[in-house]
């Protein structure tokens, strides 16, 4: 029978005694048998180890499913989930032995949305904003989206990027995370619905292996000045887009989709985190957090390197 693990990771640096005793009901309260407890950080982060408990005898692989969305259901609903962020995964090679991990740029590698950014510069932050939210409420599809506020831009001086590069922060442990998947042999990727420029300073800066993202058009203005013709040129890194592209990399890579896992914060990050093995929605909006395979909701995004079960000890040594 298939073996599970349910990682368990504090937001705060250790889990207090109370807090302890509501995970350890929580876990008790669950169809499961506990295998074992591993410490990944002391005082932080555990590893539980466990079966399902099947209610009759037919232990079907449908039947397991079931059982599976019914843990996971209870874990989005658990209480004390602001807390302790729990990652219900399946305990097979693929869980550590990831080959190809693709990460979301705008608020997932960086703390901003470039558009955002672009717009500030351009003073016209608040017709961005409405275009966003519209998509954000489904009244609007992402290519449409970019449409109208990549339209927006049109005027703008195209020579931006370099200023923007300086404007870019990066997230909390994006160093760690990446230096330690490399040490592993991680094949690395950028897919962005943002712009190729900064995507790929994204790439260099963490030396990943892929960037893909959209490219802005530019035309020479009256005065002779490179500007942004406000129009998008070849295909759109939409949510499809993504998914598409992590399987033409693993292809190319010869890794197996279920070795690749994927990390992002939007609704267009769900199609590749549906073709890849695992994916991590990371401080993502709640409808994201409910049909992600997980969800991390702490402020250091190495702590992903806790999900596929590495210690503390393991993580020193990959960052060596
Ligand atoms: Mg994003």
């Known amino acids: 029978m298939s073996q599970y693990v349910i990682t368990a990771i504090a ?88 080959r190809l991990v693709i990460f979301d740029m705008d608020s997932t590698l960086i703390y901003q949305e470039v558009i955002e950014l672009i717009a500030a510069y351009a003073g016209v932050e608040d017709e961005v904003e409405k275009i966003t939210t519209a998509a954000m409420n489904g009244e609007i599809d992402f290519k449409e989206s970019l449409a109208r506020r990549v339209k927006l831009l049109k005027g703008i001086d195209g020579t931006i990027w370099e200023d923007l590069k300086k404007k870019l922060q990066f997230t909390k442990g994006d160093f760690e995370l990446t230096k330690a998947l490399k040490a592993k042999g991680c094949k690395l990727a950028v897919l ?47 949510g499809n887009k993504k998914a598409e592209l992590v399987q033409f990399i693993a292809d190319k890579e010869s890794i197996e989709l279920r070795a690749a896992m994927a990390v992002g914060d939007g609704s267009n990050d769900l199609p590749m985190m549906g073709v890849s093995g695992f994916g991590v929605a990371w401080n993502a909006k709640p409808r994201v957090q409910r049909l992600a395979p997980s969800k991390l909701n702490t402020d250091k995004i190495s702590d992903i390197l806790y999900i596929l079960g590495h210690t503390d000890e393991e993580i020193k040594e990959l960052l060596k």
């Open 11 to 98: 937001h705060a640096d250790k889990i207090e005694p109370a807090a302890f005793m509501e995970l350890t009901r929580f876990i008790e309260s669950l169809p499961i048998k506990i295998n074992n407890i591993k410490t990944l950080s002391e005082d932080r982060v555990f590893d539980i180890s466990c079966s399902l408990v099947f209610s009759d005898n037919e232990s079907t692989q449908e039947h397991e499913y079931d059982i599976f969305a019914k843990i996971k259901e209870a874990i989005l609903e658990w209480e004390n989930g602001d807390k302790i962020d729990l990652i219900f995964q399946k305990q097979d090679e693929y869980r550590q032995d990831k």
């Open 192 to 238: 962005s619905g943002g712009f190729i420029e900064l995507a790929n300073f994204v790439k260099e800066t963490l030396g990943l292996d892929y960037a893909y993202a959209n490219n802005l058009n530019t035309e020479i203005n009256s005065e002779g000045k490179k500007v942004f013709n406000g129009e998008t040129i070849g295909d759109i890194v939409d």
